[in-house]
């Protein structure tokens, strides 16, 4: 029997809709049609799966309005953000697909003895089927990060959204199918857990997995690849640091730690979570960011100007306010904020933090939080930086910018934004992690040679006369 999944709004807490959750049976369908229908769309010439790929970019820009309010309305993302998402993701959407389409093999002669007459070349192929996790902070953001590189590459794509609030990604489905796209090409399902991990994730006819989410649910599905050989891309965590060298410009430094915690209300796997702040700085920043934290406007997402909004449950909130509470058992003091009111997070600073906690190390806060701890010494501040178990980015502000790349050298991430907070990103850039931050890399130069193999061929003596 079906179950079905109420939607709501986490700001009004109403219901938004009622959906129906596949079931095993259901989803396990969704995989064989999609095995079906993969060798043909393959064989369709890459300009025409770019063409339709294309279209179905500018069918979802057409309907941003829309898509951008049911965004806003089941998570709470700003609305101007959730809107934003559909262009930013387009411009990701069109560069994977110009550089699949110029996605390029090698020519290779033989060097060693007996091969030397031998002419090789590679080309790319496909993977197969991909289950595409999308996850709830980015949902549109990540629809296209996953789906246009893997699409133009020929494979097909199971698309899994979150199930806080899938119904943003449905309609991205829908646009893919009303531009021509097959639906077994291109497939969207919201279900269980148990139902994916069963249908999905360990199904024999699943090529890939890619998921963006936490480190533990990556680790969880690594596992669940690895009887069958599944190709793993994986975005996970991140306790991203911001070094603060005493000779940056404070106000600087305090602008660039508000943004860096602004964004989607602080749920975002790159946001800068720790803040290395050297101690003669120390007393003018906190003071300076307190006065720009309790400025910070607050309201719905549908308010143009708030930039302090619920969190996407109040489940999320709970398990903030508990982390933010642990924070302070271990010695931190709450400059302002700290307060929770169902969903909703108080903006809050935690000074005093200290090199040892938690929150310095792996505990990875996803909301408008900034733990401030202070350093006295260079190697100090790297220390701190590279105690996480994480490494997705980082961020160093300096006057000397020598002395910035000589930090940002050290940094252990596969990412440092130097004169900027950590979760700065370039669309062109290798995104992904070291460390327990990931797998694989996302970005329009590097996605679609993650969705696709070499395979190559060999001509045997063919020089020889």
């Known amino acids: 029997m079906s179950k079905m999944?109420?939607?709501?709004?986490?700001?009004?807490?109403?219901?938004?809709?009622?959906?129906?959750?596949d079931t095993i049976e259901e989803l396990k369908e969704k995989v064989a049609k999609a095995k079906a229908a993969q060798p043909a769309w393959e064989k369709t010439p890459i300009v025409e799966r770019a063409k339709l790929v294309m279209s179905m970019i500018d069918k979802i820009e057409e309907k941003s309005d829309e898509i951008g309010r049911i965004c806003a309305t089941e998570m709470a993302k700003p609305i101007n953000s959730a809107k934003g998402?559909?262009?930013?993701?387009?411009?990701?959407?069109r560069g994977n697909v110009e550089r699949a389409k110029h996605l390029y093999g090698d020519v290779f002669t033989g060097t060693t003895a007996g091969r030397e007459y031998d002419l090789g070349f590679s080309r790319r192929e496909a993977l197969g089927v991909v289950a595409a996790i999308i996850p709830f902070n980015y949902p549109i953001e990540m629809f296209f990060q996953k789906t246009t590189p893997a699409l133009?590459?020929?494979n097909t794509v199971i698309v899994k959204a979150p199930s806080s609030n899938p119904l943003a990604v449905r309609m991205l489905v829908d646009c893919a199918h009303e531009v021509g796209i097959p639906e077994d090409v291109i497939s969207f399902t919201a279900c269980e857990r148990a139902v994916s991990t069963q249908a999905l994730l360990t199904h024999?006819?699943?090529?890939?997995?890619?998921?963006?989410?936490?480190?533990?649910?990556?680790?969880?599905?690594?596992?669940?690849?690895?009887?069958?050989?599944?190709?793993?891309?994986?975005?996970?965590?991140?306790?991203?640091?911001?070094?603060?060298?005493?000779?940056?410009?404070?106000?600087?430094?305090?602008?660039?730690?508000l943004e860096g915690r602004l964004y989607n209300n602080g749920q975002v796997c790159c946001a800068t979570?720790?803040?290395?702040?050297?101690?003669?700085?120390?007393?003018?920043?906190?003071?300076?960011?307190?006065?720009k934290v309790l400025a910070i406007p607050r309201g719905s997402q549908f308010d143009p100007d708030a930039k302090a909004i619920c969190l996407v449950t109040e489940k999320a909130a709970i398990k903030v306010e508990a982390q933010i509470q642990h924070t302070v058992e271990q010695g931190g003091t709450i400059v302002c904020g700290g307060k929770r009111e169902g969903a909703f997070i108080e903006p809050t600073i935690i000074d005093h933090v200290s090199k040892d906690a938690d929150v310095a190390k792996d505990m990875e806060i996803f909301a408008q939080v900034w733990p401030i701890i202070t350093y006295e010494t260079e190697e100090e501040a790297i220390q701190i930086a590279n105690q996480s178990s994480y490494g997705l980015s980082g961020g160093v502000l300096a006057g000397d910018t020598v002395r910035a790349f000589r930090i940002a050298?050290?940094?252990?991430?596969?990412?440092?934004?130097?004169?900027?907070?950590?979760?700065?990103?370039?669309?062109?850039q290798p995104f992904g992690g070291c460390k327990a931050s990931g797998l694989g890399n996302e970005g329009v130069g590097y996605s679609p040679e993650e969705y696709s193999r070499l395979k190559t061929y060999v001509l045997k003596g063919a020089f020889v006369k």
Not at 5 to 21: A, F, H, R
Not at 85 to 93: L, R, T, V
Not at 274 to 289: C, G, I, W
Not at 412 to 417: D, F, N, T
């Open 152 to 154: 133009a590459m020929g």
């Open 273 to 291: 979570k720790r803040y290395l702040v050297p101690t003669s700085m120390h007393d003018e920043f906190v003071a300076k960011l307190k006065e």
């Open 204 to 257: 024999p006819d699943v090529a890939a997995i890619a998921l963006t989410g936490s480190t533990e649910t990556g680790v969880e599905m690594i596992k669940l690849a690895a009887d069958s050989m599944k190709k793993t891309f994986m975005e996970l965590g991140g306790n991203d640091a911001l070094i603060i060298c005493e000779d940056a410009d404070v106000d600087t430094a305090v602008q660039e730690a």
């Open 409 to 428: 050298d050290q940094m252990e991430s596969s990412a440092v934004i130097v004169n900027g907070c950590s979760c700065y990103r370039m669309n062109e």
């Open 5 to 21: 999944l109420d939607v709501t709004n986490p700001y009004t807490g109403e219901l938004v809709e009622s959906i129906k959750l």
């Open 85 to 93: 998402e559909c262009f930013d993701g387009g411009e990701i959407g």
